[in-house]
């Protein structure tokens, strides 16, 4: 096996920590936003994964907005495999009790996609009024987000039944004055398109599984919500060029290795007085250099 292969895989498995890049931008006002205000982003684990991840779209959103001059601070409320009933009944913990200027509210994928465990169009309808109502009661601004597609396939009888709930969340936003972030139009859009054909995993363009997001999925919701909030197309390029320099947004894979090869590592290491990780994460960055003047 080629070394140079292993010491470059053995570093990429170690990117995991997170960064956001900083802005000299001087531009204010977003739909009312301003430096100082807090937003919530209620969801799903599509919305916990775009918090816990530095290329998820909730951090690619908070950079798209300092790429403005505008300094906002996210307040996580995503949580794996909830519907709209759930988040309803700890929205007043997760995110009124928390005091945000605005929220966020994302859900309709677990409501379809958990079958009779999920929540029919009524009850849906009925719990993101409520959410809405309380949310503007309590003086923070709404923005709405469609549900994001079950599978890239929009046939699919998943992806037809959330029609009726995408539907429902647009006129909700029209009657109660909601910001809202269109996803789910943008996502049948973009996994049409023939862009990145290259780097489709398994037939999946925007997710890693059908339903969670990959970076471009996650770009593809920040973009949403930034442009909700009133971004033009000069500042989404601004905001798409900060984002290019973002560390631990792309997952260039891993590659696991025998004992007898970490051995070697460790032996090879040991004779400069280094770790295995600093001696791998020392070639790679040389090596990944080399490659970017190619």
Known sequence: MNNLFIV????????????????????????GLKTGDKIAFLGDSITAQGFDNAGGYVWLVISGLESLGLKVTPIPAGVSGHTSKDMLVRLSKDVIAKKPDWVTISCGVNDVWHGAMGVELAAYKANLKAMVNQCQAAGIRVMLLTATMIGEDQSNANNQKLVAYN????????????????????MQVAVKSPERSD????GKKLTVDGVHMNYFG???MAEGVLIAFGFTDDQLKIARNKWADLANTMNLGTMAVSYREYKALEAA???????????VDAAVAKTLADLSKD
């Open 8 to 31: 470059i895989a053995l570093l990429y498995a170690a990117l995991t920590s997170t960064s956001v890049a900083e802005s000299n931008s001087t531009t204010t006002g977003c739909a």
């Open 167 to 186: 539907e429902a969340v647009r006129i909700l936003a029209q009657e109660k004055k909601c910001l809202l972030a269109d996803l789910n139009a943008r």
């Open 199 to 202: 780097l489709v995993d398994q």
């Open 218 to 220: 996650n770009e593809m």
């Open 269 to 279: 290491a040991a004779k400069r007085k280094q770790s295995v990780k600093g001696m």
